[in-house]
């Protein structure tokens, strides 16, 4: 028991005074748009902004903040949708899920952790996103996935991958999807009467 709580301790104090780094990779295979890809009316459309952020199903409402950040933000860089209050624009609606091994995860952090990051570990996250468009017409509801790989440690990057931080891959996901979800959209012919 001495053996645990002296480990526990250590771990704490390795992750507490920055010993154990932890770098993020945006997975690529759902990167399918650009912003040079869109095509930009002349005035964007205003669109009110409505998102729900889930982990396993369950609603996480304290993320839900990051989520309206990351989304209007690349909403406005499309340069397709400007963010709305008001009642009359059309509605866009994303929900995230974030379908997580919370034990998994759990249980590589503490290895990690009681060799001081010599043993590394990869924690995936993955997303699923439900994103829709309704313009009072009918609705278009598109769904995609995507995920961020976290390593713990000292771990190997994965293949083609380039690090950052978990809150500016959290944010680039967000552009994938908000971008793939717009030029399918455009593609559809979603947002010609606009």
Same mark, same amino acid.
């Given at each position: 028991?001495? =053996? %645990? !709580?002296?480990?526990?301790?250590?771990?704490?104090?390795?992750?507490?005074? =920055?010993?154990?780094? !932890?770098?993020?990779?945006v997975d690529p295979q759902?990167?399918?748009?650009?912003? $040079? &890809?869109?095509?930009? @009316? *002349?005035? @964007?459309?205003a669109a009110r902004v409505d998102v729900h952020f889930l982990r396993n199903g369950e609603a996480l409402p304290k993320a839900? =903040? $990051? %989520?309206r950040a990351n989304v209007e933000?690349? %909403?406005?860089?499309?340069? !397709? #949708?400007? *963010?709305?209050?008001?009642?009359? &624009? @059309?509605?866009?609606?994303?929900t995230a899920n974030n379908v997580a091994d919370l034990g998994a995860a759990r249980a590589k952090g503490f290895g990690t952790g009681l060799t001081f990051g010599a043993a590394g570990s990869m924690i /995936?996250? #993955?997303y699923e996103f439900s994103c829709s468009y309704d313009n009072g017409g009918a609705a278009r509801k598109? /769904?995609?996935? +995507? &995920?961020? +790989?976290?390593?713990?440690? +000292?771990?190997?990057? *994965?293949?083609?991958?380039? &690090?950052t931080t978990p809150a500016n891959a959290f944010g680039q996901v967000i552009d994938d999807v908000v971008l793939n979800f717009v030029k399918d959209l455009q593609a559809r012919g979603a947002l010609a009467q606009q």
């Open positions: 028991m001495k =053996g %645990l !709580v002296a480990a526990i301790m250590a771990l704490s104090g390795a992750v507490t005074s =920055g010993c154990i780094s !932890v770098k993020s990779y759902y990167h399918q748009a650009s912003y $040079e &890809a869109l095509q930009r @009316p *002349p005035q @964007p459309i839900d =903040g $990051e %989520l933000r690349s %909403l406005r860089a499309t340069g !397709v #949708f400007v *963010p709305s209050t008001s009642a009359a &624009a @059309p509605l866009i609606s994303i /995936d996250d #993955f598109l /769904d995609y996935k +995507h &995920a961020i +790989h976290t390593s713990v440690g +000292h771990t190997k990057a *994965p293949d083609g991958m380039t &690090a």
